[in-house]
């Protein structure tokens, strides 16, 4: 159970378009969802938690109209890249945590997606 | 400032020998900590976590709030279980959720 798919797993794109990214809950409800990049062979920091239903909550430093959230059911959230370029190259991961904000509560991880900015 | 540590990026022991991995966390609320684990081409998973007091693939973690630590053990380690491992902490709000720098294990048989 608590299995989270993130689609696409690769994109490449040009300089200035928009990439969006999904990250679904597929068998359990997720009120929050959270948002990571990581670069090669470093952590993952923490972007932004993704709430349903509400604007989501960035972390210091994440510019939220470069990375558009949106949480739209218990069981989607989105992460859109607007206007991309290279230096946003990485590789981004949602994660959703079952039993919503409680905190002891384990984050389950989708498969990454790898952003390839030209 | 960081919130969780992991001192050591690179760590190898031989099959059979215990193993180790550091973590200490800043924190001044109650902390809730985690081991998660990513083998080789594989997304990160869920190892353990210190309120479940559990003991998962051989491996233990306790709380130590005194030393601000919650070590990650394993008496005998197996060539499996060479991945990189993270240490997270959730803040008691809830909404956030850090994670160290890892620490990349090498089990060497």
């Known amino acids: 159970g608590a299995v989270v798919s993130q689609h696409p797993s690769w994109v490449i794109c040009k300089s200035g378009t928009s990439v969006k990214i999904e990250c679904r809950s597929l068998?359990?409800?997720?009120?929050?969802m959270f948002w990571y990049r990581q670069f090669p062979k470093q952590s993952l920091m923490l972007m932004a938690t993704?709430?349903?239903?509400?604007?989501?909550?960035?972390e210091q430093g994440v510019e939220k109209d470069k990375f558009l959230i949106n949480h739209a059911s218990l069981t989607l959230s989105t992460l859109t890249v607007t206007s991309a370029h290279p230096e946003d190259s990485s590789f981004y991961i949602c994660?959703?945590?079952?039993?919503?904000?409680?905190?002891?509560?384990?984050?389950?991880f989708g498969d990454g997606t790898r952003l390839s900015i030209l | 400032a960081q919130r969780v540590t992991q001192p050591e990026k690179l760590l190898s022991v031989f099959k059979g020998a215990p193993v180790e991995l550091k973590c200490n966390y800043s924190y001044s609320g109650s902390p809730e900590l985690f081991w998660y684990v990513q083998y080789s081409r594989q997304r990160l998973q869920l190892l353990l976590r210190?309120?479940s007091r559990e003991s998962i693939k051989g491996f233990t973690a306790d709380l130590n709030k005194g030393e601000t630590s919650f070590h990650l053990k394993k008496p005998f380690a197996q060539e499996e279980d060479s991945a990189m491992y993270y240490c997270?902490?959730?803040?008691?709000?809830?909404?956030?959720?850090?994670f160290g720098t890892g620490t990349s294990l090498t089990v060497i048989p």
């Open positions: 068998d359990f409800q997720a009120t929050t």
């Open positions: 993704s709430n349903e239903g509400s604007k989501a909550t960035y």
């Open positions: 994660s959703a945590r079952v039993g919503g904000t409680v905190s002891d509560q384990p984050q389950h």
């Open positions: 210190h309120i």
């Open positions: 997270a902490l959730s803040l008691s709000t809830g909404n956030q959720f850090y």
